[in-house]
């Protein structure tokens, strides 16, 4: 106000105690994949009530927890607020705001990335994207470290949504970018957005626009040693990888258009990502 200028840090992240909160759940039997679905644009939980009771001896021993108490949990805490009811009168739930949505973020890259020089090596990665406009080493870090914490149980709930989130957890600047996950466009959702913010369009960064696309072992007719085995040409050009990367190039084409005519002086980069279980992956990006 003083200054006439945007603060360096829009959100307020003097959060600390509400990190300790996501810390807990992701400990918890479920919790990992409660999280990584709460982080999706406006994803909502669905109970049959809020819990009301919270003792010592089942917050700290009892491993059992119901999808209802970790709700009520995150609720009575602060980071799931009330959303109504649903039409046969269950609680909605969503992520309440984008200070906490951050704090999600931050969680999940450290319950899959535990590892301090894992988390800047994937950092640096992803500054190549919005910095160069090089797409290769975020998606060489993640065949290399990020999905070595997937395990098979994963196969079955896995799809882009996951894929993005993981590139999400690397990507995510609220100091220099507007970032929005399935932003829409005319009635239609770009996966991610990072348009720069207004103040800070005289950095040398690239706006960014990826369509993230997942495709299962078993579609594309390979099991996981095959598919590691793949040179990326090879992976390139298997059927299915083929389809789903022209399936993306024509999403991200209308997207890169409408963006364009919404904001008008972009320097966007576009990208689809597409995903061959949690194997390999493969991209292109589109001039």
């Not at 079955?156 to 590139?167: C, G, M, P, R």
Request: some cysteine.
């Amino acid at each position: 106000e003083k200054t006439c200028t945007y603060p360096r840090k829009m959100l307020d992240s003097n959060l600390a105690v509400d990190e300790s909160k996501l810390e807990y759940m992701a400990r918890m039997p479920r919790g990992r994949d409660l999280l990584m679905n709460l982080v999706q644009k406006n994803h909502e939980l669905i109970v049959f009530d809020i819990e009301d009771r919270f003792g010592i001896k089942e917050m700290l021993s009892d491993q059992s927890k119901d999808n209802m108490f970790l709700a009520s949990f995150l609720y009575y805490f602060g980071v799931l607020t009330l959303a109504g009811d649903t039409p046969d009168l269950k609680v909605r739930l969503k992520v309440p705001n984008l200070v906490i949505k951050s704090l999600y973020v931050d969680r999940i890259q450290k319950m899959l990335l535990p590892d301090p020089g894992d988390r800047d090596e994937g950092a640096n990665a992803a500054e190549q994207v919005y910095q160069k406009g090089d797409m290769a080493p975020l998606c060489a870090f993640m065949e290399n470290k990020y999905f070595k914490v997937f395990h098979n149980r994963d196969y079955w709930w896995a799809n882009e949504l996951t894929i993005k989130t993981a590139f999400l957890t690397l990507l995510y600047n609220d100091i220099l970018y507007i970032m929005d996950s399935e932003t829409e466009i005319n009635r239609r959702y770009a996966d991610l957005t990072m348009i720069i913010r207004p103040d800070k369009r005289h950095g040398r960064i690239f706006d960014v626009l990826i369509e993230f696309k997942f495709v299962r072992l078993k579609h594309a007719g390979v099991t996981a040693e095959h598919a590691r085995g793949l040179s990326m040409d090879e992976l390139a050009k298997l059927p299915e990888i083929v389809r789903q990367m022209e399936n993306g190039e024509k999403q991200v084409c209308a997207y890169g258009h409408e963006l364009e005519q919404r904001y008008g002086n972009l320097r966007l980069k576009k990208f689809v990502v597409v995903a061959l279980g949690f194997e390999r992956v493969c991209f292109k990006k589109l001039s």
